[in-house]
């Protein structure tokens, strides 16, 4: 199988080495790609430490480069990749840059959305879910794991 670089699969894992990148800084790893017409425009992971800054997640932080990249606040037409479900705040950034499509890994049974349900979401916005879920899954225990030892 040839991996195309216009791939959902392609750019899931694109967020995975910034997760990858949380992780080694010892952030809770989440990354988070924002892609435009088959380009990343914008990458992020978790900077919460680094930051000292609770809104400082790997979605808020992508949400904000691509709108700069792009030169405006609506991400319509644009796709999110992130590693884990998005919290409640960052799905509110998400519904007010009405962005295009919404693409999960992992879930988060504790503090994502969907809890709450879908209409946290724009409405035009399209979710899917589960690409690369066991890879992120993987990292985020064995963050936790570690943070224990």
Not at 57 to 85: F, Q, R, S, W
Request: aromatic letters at 6%; proline letters at 3%; a negative charge.
């Amino acid at each position: 199988m040839v991996l195309s670089i216009h791939s959902d699969e392609f750019f899931m894992g694109e967020a995975l080495k910034q997760a990858q990148l949380a992780y080694e800084a010892g952030e809770v790893p989440v990354g988070a790609v924002v892609v435009a017409e088959n380009r990343i425009i914008a990458r992020a992971h978790n900077q919460t430490e680094q930051l000292t800054d609770v809104t400082a997640h790997a979605e808020m932080l992508a949400v904000t480069a691509a709108a700069n990249a792009i030169g405006g606040k609506y991400l319509d037409e644009c796709k999110l990749y992130v590693t884990l479900e998005p919290c409640v705040m960052c799905a509110g950034a998400l519904y007010w840059s009405q962005l295009g499509e919404l693409h999960i890994a992992a879930a988060d049974p504790k503090r994502g959305f969907l809890q709450h349900g879908k209409n946290l979401l724009h409405p035009r916005t399209e979710l899917n879910q589960g690409l690369l879920k066991e890879e992120s899954e993987t990292l985020i225990k064995q963050f936790f794991t570690r943070l224990r030892e």
